[in-house]
């Protein structure tokens, strides 16, 4: 079954001899490869590039490594990478004309020197590079430190759920039962049984994530790692800070851990696209208020493995998917905050601050997300839109509900949509 990715096959199409190196950045499992050696690989064919002028490699394939020759298994006994002279004779030997190659890397951080093999490349007009890397050793940090601008970064998330719906075998409700409890990565989508998918989440996470940020950092205390995790689970969409969490890890968990700890835990996990931060943005003030932040995870199917499946809050998850869909659609995107007055009991006017869920920016374009689970009546219906119309501006509002609505706009210029329509359909 192949998945079509068609926004990052676009977004390769436009990079095309932009004289960068394009890198495919994403948490493991997304797809990057596949994106890379498939997708983008028969779209040059289809537009008759000659599979001459196409090289691939794989840094991590025996086959490969075996045409330059180098051998996998004796890279790996000898805990070294690939020697940087081989590959670059044997890429000499491929170029045999003046005509455009593309050079299609995958693992490329297993190459010794890769930094500089790469920006050698860049010097060869008729050489069109596009690579991939492994989030231990190659993060879209890294691509910034060592590029230096030379760079051009393409991050493939894990499945939309238009994406997800695309290849399933069901309707639209059938697929979101399985998506905000499974989460999108693509080879969870083929696997037949709950217990493989389940299986296969929590080993990826365990066995692979984790490890990677252990690797990567050196981290010795690997038992508060997977505690914040945990606690960043369960409390996914909700604003806290690095002392809230280090007070729930002295209230909860008789945990010493030091707010410096936390803060250094949770950039791993950024820096690895495990989770994302998103900050609290004044709407009326123009300005970004730092003491509390939400987290997300790039998957929701990883993060209901954390908690082993025992807190799939639809709610809570649908929030998670909505924030997952603004990325994926090219936002940037924080937690809205306008103060609004209101006179107290006693009729004193105090000022109130009601919150937006989302503030997404795109270059000049804005709008703001309201996520509700239900709306069963109008009060409520009211108390969601009441954030978005204290607003005050032009941009636009929406209130994305789960039920099954027919989509509108009210008089304040409010369009409330349903869930299927804000994710499968243009709406924004």
């Known amino acids: 079954m192949q998945i079509k990715r068609d926004k990052y ?24 490869s596949f994106l890379l050696n498939e997708i983008f690989y028969q779209y040059l064919l289809s537009q008759g590039t000659d599979k001459s002028h196409i090289i691939k490699f794989a840094f991590d394939s025996a086959d490969d490594l075996e045409l330059i020759g180098e051998n996998l298994f004796e890279l790996q ?11 670059v004779s044997y890429i000499k030997s491929k170029i045999m004309d003046n005509q455009n190659y593309y050079l299609l890397l995958d693992e490329v951080q297993l190459l010794e020197s890769f930094e500089s093999v790469l920006d050698g490349y860049l010097y060869k007009q008729n050489l069109d590079v596009y690579v991939t890397g492994s ?17 051009d970064e393409v991050h493939v998330y894990p499945l939309s759920f238009a994406e997800f719906t695309s290849a399933f075998n069901g309707d639209k409700y059938e697929a979101w039962n399985e998506y905000f409890v499974y989460g999108g990565l693509p080879f969870v989508a083929t696997l037949k049984t709950d217990e493989q998918k389940i299986r296969y989440l929590q080993n990826l996470f365990e066995e692979t994530y984790i ?9 010795k205390k690997t038992q508060e790692l997977e505690n914040l995790i945990n606690v960043l689970a369960s409390a996914t969409g909700s604003l806290t800070n690095a002392t809230r969490i280090q007070n729930t890890f002295q209230s909860s968990l008789k945990s010493k ?10 950039g791993c996990l950024k820096e690895s696209f495990i989770i994302n931060e998103a900050e609290r943005y004044d709407v009326k003030g123009r300005k970004y208020i730092g003491s509390q932040q939400k987290y ?11 908690l082993n499946f ?79 119309q204290n607003a005050r501006d032009s941009f636009t509002k929406i209130l994305v509900v789960k039920d099954p609505v027919k989509m509108s706009r009210d008089g304040n210029g409010i369009i409330t949509v349903g869930i299927f329509d804000f994710l499968l359909k243009t709406v924004i």
């Open 296 to 306: 997300y995870f790039e998957d929701v199917g990883l993060r209901n493995a954390r």
């Open 77 to 87: 006994k000898e805990i070294r990478k690939v020697d940087p002279q081989k590959f």
């Open 9 to 32: 096959l676009h977004d390769l199409i436009l990079r095309q001899n932009n004289g960068l190196v394009k890198v495919i950045t994403g948490i493991r499992r997304s797809g990057k």
């Open 257 to 266: 851990i030091s707010v410096d700890s936390v803060i250094d835990y949770i």
């Open 135 to 151: 989030n231990s050793k190659f993060l879209s940090t890294d691509v910034i430190t060592e590029f230096r601008g030379r760079g």
């Open 310 to 388: 025992r807190q799939t809050e639809e709610n809570h998850i649908m929030e998670n998917i909505i924030y997952n869909e603004l990325r994926y659609r090219g936002f940037s995107v924080d937690v809205g905050v306008v103060e609004k007055r209101i006179k107290d009991e006693k009729g004193k006017e105090i000022r109130s601050r009601l919150e937006i869920d989302f503030v997404a920016n795109k270059g000049s374009q804005r709008c703001y997300i309201q996520s509700a689970f239900a709306v069963p009546d109008r009060e409520k219906e009211l108390q969601e839109k009441n954030p978005l």
């Open 211 to 219: 490890k990677d940020i252990i690797e990567r950092h050196q981290i």
